[in-house]
């Protein structure tokens, strides 16, 4: 998606008020929507566009389906988890690669995912993004550490660790609410929601409008700017070398 914008506007932003508008049309007593903890003070194209798919279920405009979100965590075992990747690694032999010594996820299993969806779609009243109470975040060196010796092995020795930097769009550490959010509990233990301190934008439609015709003409750039004009917080990542540039400017 980072290197995609116009497909990631019109899978996450178009494609979900899409589905949200069908539903309220047709009376679907409830949908949840799956967001992610990158849609937290983005750095992504992929958060950016979940937070805006956010911004429609908090808009409080669909009448008769109740409409909530859940942010989800890594999760273990599924399509595009690291455990399965450096597994494949430690089977040809190694490297493990890992983008960075530093960098911390929040982990879910499969059936806390699928209940979270479930307790999301019992608890809604309509608007409301749930989060599951995760623990802390975890070091993606010391999974893959465990990993490693999981298949009897020691890191380093028989199998090496390469560091290969973040990818674009990635950051260090994922959070599960903004600076303009504040959390509360309900009556799972386990799950919280997010309360937005500010409403949803009175031109959220007009810019979304914007950002589909751009999407259509594959203007990366304009795309990119516009998303920053409805996300305020979004501060796409850029290399340390990149960064050192735009300082020394």
Same mark, same amino acid.
């Given at each position: 998606?980072?290197?995609?914008?116009?497909?990631?506007?019109?899978?996450?932003?178009?494609?979900?008020?899409?589905?949200?508008?069908?539903?309220?049309?047709?009376?679907?007593?409830?949908?949840?929507?799956?967001?992610?903890?990158?849609?937290?003070?983005?750095?992504?194209?992929?958060?950016?566009?979940?937070?805006?798919?956010?911004?429609?279920?908090?808009?409080?405009?669909?009448?008769?389906?109740?409409?909530?979100?859940?942010?989800?965590?890594?999760?273990?075992?599924?399509?595009?988890?690291?455990?399965?990747?450096?597994?494949?690694?430690?089977?040809?032999?190694?490297?493990?690669?890992?983008?960075?010594?530093?960098?911390?996820?929040?982990? &879910?299993? #499969?059936? *806390?995912?699928?209940?979270? @969806? +479930?307790?999301?779609?019992? !608890?809604?009243?309509?608007?409301? =993004?749930? $989060?599951?109470?995760?623990?802390?975040? &975890?070091? #993606?060196? *010391?999974?893959?550490?465990? @990993? +490693?010796?999981?298949?009897? !092995?020691?890191?380093?020795?028989? =199998?090496? $660790?390469?560091?290969?930097?973040?990818?674009?769009?990635?950051?260090?550490?994922?959070?599960?609410?903004?600076?303009?959010?504040?959390?509360?509990?309900?009556?799972?233990?386990?799950?919280?929601?997010?309360?937005?301190?500010?409403?949803?934008?009175?031109?959220?439609?007009?810019?979304?409008?914007?950002?589909?015709?751009?999407?259509?003409?594959?203007?990366?750039?304009?795309?990119?700017?516009?998303?920053?004009?409805?996300?305020?917080?979004?501060?796409?990542?850029?290399?340390?070398?990149?960064?050192?540039?735009?300082?020394?400017?």
């Amino acid at each position: 998606m980072e290197m995609n914008p116009d497909e990631a506007v019109l899978n996450n932003i178009l494609g979900t008020r899409n589905v949200l508008e069908a539903c309220d049309e047709f009376g679907v007593e409830r949908l949840v929507c799956i967001s992610t903890d990158k849609a937290v003070n983005p750095t992504s194209i992929m958060g950016c566009c979940k937070r805006v798919a956010e911004m429609y279920i908090q808009s409080g405009r669909y009448r008769q389906t109740v409409v909530a979100a859940v942010r989800f965590g890594n999760v273990l075992g599924s399509r595009g988890s690291v455990i399965p990747l450096f597994q494949r690694q430690i089977e040809r032999g190694g490297p493990v690669t890992v983008t960075h010594k530093e960098v911390r996820r929040y982990f &879910m299993t #499969i059936p *806390e995912a699928v209940a979270l @969806v +479930i307790q999301a779609g019992t !608890l809604a009243r309509g608007g409301e =993004i749930f $989060v599951l109470d995760m623990g802390e975040p &975890m070091l #993606i060196d *010391e999974l893959a550490r465990k @990993v +490693i010796r999981l298949h009897g !092995l020691e890191p380093d020795q028989d =199998i090496p $660790v390469v560091y290969v930097g973040l990818r674009p769009g990635e950051k260090l550490n994922e959070e599960l609410s903004g600076e303009r959010e504040q959390s509360e509990r309900t009556v799972h233990p386990k799950i919280s929601k997010v309360v937005a301190r500010e409403t949803v934008p009175a031109d959220l439609d007009q810019k979304v409008a914007r950002l589909i015709n751009l999407a259509v003409a594959m203007d990366d750039m304009g795309i990119r700017e516009t998303l920053k004009e409805l996300v305020p917080e979004y501060r796409p990542y850029l290399p340390p070398e990149v960064q050192s540039w735009v300082a020394r400017r």
